[in-house]
């Protein structure tokens, strides 16, 4: 069975940092692709960044240059690195794992098969 699960939600002031993490069971991140995705009340998901198996990271326009997504293989760990958070980053915070191989990563909720229970970011002003 698998399983995604975050932590390192929280609240912040504007400027300040967060690293979420998203430990896996059941599945092995070094094969698929890897993303963080958000989501604000009576709005859509929306993909953050993304992570292919092999190392390539992909951004959203307004995290570029601010948040990283890296992870750990021995660990099996996924990890969002957030710098200088704006108040417009409050959101829930899920990451998901994709099982497919082949091409690059999507950025559709529908690209990926497990995803965890999410994690609370607050940003303040």
């Known amino acids: 069975q698998v399983r995604l699960v975050e932590s390192g939600g929280g609240s912040v002031q504007a400027g300040g940092s967060l690293r979420l993490s998203c430990a896996a069971s059941g599945y092995t991140y070094s094969h698929y692709c890897m993303a963080w995705f958000r989501q604000i009340p009576g709005k859509e998901r929306e993909r953050v960044a993304t992570?292919?198996?092999?190392?390539?990271?992909s951004y959203t326009e307004s995290v570029k240059g601010r948040f990283t997504i890296s992870k750990d293989n021995a660990k099996n760990t996924l990890y969002l690195q957030m710098d200088r958070l704006k108040p417009e980053g409050t959101a829930l915070y899920f990451c998901?794992?994709?099982?497919?191989?082949?091409?690059?990563?999507?950025?559709?909720?529908?690209?990926?098969?497990?995803w965890g229970q999410g994690t609370q970011v607050t940003v303040s002003s």
């Open positions: 998901a794992g994709s099982t497919l191989r082949v091409g690059g990563c999507g950025g559709w909720t529908s690209y990926y098969s497990y």
């Open positions: 992570l292919h198996s092999v190392g390539i990271p």
